[in-house]
Nanobody
Framework: QVQLVESGGGLVQAGGSLMLSCAASGSIFRLNHMGWYRQVPGKQRELVATVSSGGSTNYADSVKGRFTISRDNATNMAYLQMNSLKPEDTAVYYC???????????????WGQGTQVTVSS
């Protein structure tokens, strides 16, 4: 099976920085696009940033210029560097990856368990 595990969340003051990491492991034949999403209670999960297998990136307007997504294809890792954090960035952040697992015919989306990011004012 495939597993995504996030780390790096925590409590930070407004204006501070955090880096989230996502490790993909298991029976991975091909790791396609990866991304970060976030969710606050009572709201839908929203896209933060994505990165393709070739390194192309996409960001939500609310984080452009402050967050940077990256990946390491050699280690199946994805990262989200978050700078100039604001209280409205407070959420549970989830790692997402589209993966073709071994012994499967089609790729599928996988999710991590989430990591809490809290930005105090």
């Amino acid at each position: 099976q495939v597993q995504l595990v996030e780390s790096g969340g925590g409590l930070v003051q407004a204006g501070g920085s955090l880096m989230l990491s996502c490790a993909a492991s298991g029976s991975i034949f091909r790791l396609n696009h990866m991304g970060w999403y976030r969710q606050v209670p009572g709201k839908q999960r929203e896209l933060v940033a994505t990165v393709s297998s070739g390194g192309s990136t996409n960001y939500a307007d609310s984080v452009k210029g402050r967050f940077t997504i990256s990946r390491d294809n050699a280690t199946n890792m994805a990262y989200l560097q978050m700078n100039s954090l604001k209280p409205e960035d407070t959420a549970v952040y989830y790692c997402n990856a589209n993966i073709l697992a071994t012994m499967r015919w089609e790729s599928a989306d996988y999710w991590g368990q989430g990591t809490q990011v809290t930005v105090s004012s």
